[in-house]
């Protein structure tokens, strides 16, 4: 295979039929996302981005932008526009641009793995847990987090047997003691907050049903250690507003499998009150971004918004599930009116 060679694009959920009533069309990228490995101290925050413009609109942006401050003329990555030394004027220049027309789901990965300690241990596993449709235990995991937060290399220790404990890549060393390494790993937790509810209702047996049901492939507990799927669903439930239907154009990623949306797309539904035919989800469509600039304007605005001063200076707490309204607005649809 030469070096040119593209390799056919995996996952999505493109829709059988061109959806009904009112859509939405927008193109998303992230900025942090490194799969599995959620406790990487380089990367505590993943921006999910999302723009709803056109491809010519796009196109015009970024060239306006290569114009305005010398970048390539070729493709270019958050990275390269981060680095530049013309940075911090083309952000402020770049993000007036999309004011409007943009939305920016922020996760906090520690925070991410709380909820999904309460999700799947304390409460049953479902695909819109950890959005806005799921807010029965978000205090519950809220405070979890600000407990482990206060207690250092513990609540380190206890986020990493969580992470081992649900690698289902493991699911042919079940026995492997790892269970037994999480529990004790809460004890140590426990003790900096020993009336923490979450803390004192893991019950052994239901942990070791839970990494059973992940080792024997049950699908219909979402992926545990994935946060693009939640960060996802935030995404479309921002721009369906109004009973808008949303058809995503998505960076390449693998975690967007079929299976995956459909049950995603149906989740959204159910928590909407909607038939599963008219889930907020419409469907996602795949792509290199070297491909469509839309996507390559959603990576520079990922990137924008994981590394500005105030997301690195301020809690983590504080960010989760922002959408930079003080920057962007809220989306709006075509004929000016708040989408939400």
Known sequence: MGPGTRLPLQGGLPPADAPAGPVVEIACDESGFSGTNLLDPATPVIA????????????????????????????FKSRQFLRAPE??????????????????????????????VVDLLIAEPSYAAGTRLAPAYREAALALYRVGRAAGVDWTAFLAAFVDMLRTKRRDRAGDGSVDRFLRARDALARHAPTDAVLTGLDRARVAAVQARLYA?????????????????????????????????????SALTADRLRRLQRALADGTGRPVEESPLAGLVTTDSRDDPRVQVADLLAGVARRMPETLDTDLLDLVEADLHELLGPPVRRDGAPAA
Request: proline share 6%; aromatic share 8%.
């Open 48 to 75: 999910h981005a999302s723009v709803d413009l056109t491809a010519v609109e796009a196109t015009a942006l970024l060239t306006s932008l290569r114009a305005g401050f010398r970048f390539s003329p070729h493709e």
């Open 217 to 253: 492939d049950d699908r219909s507990i979402p992926p545990p250690l994935e946060p693009l799927l939640p960060a996802l669903a935030e995404t479309v439930l921002s721009w369906s507003g109004g009973g808008r239907r949303v058809l995503v154009v998505h960076d390449e990623q």
């Open 87 to 116: 940075f911090v004027e083309a952000r402020e220049w770049f993000l007036a641009a999309l004011r409007g027309r943009a939305h920016v789901h922020l996760v906090d990965k520690q925070l991410f793995l709380a909820t999904r």
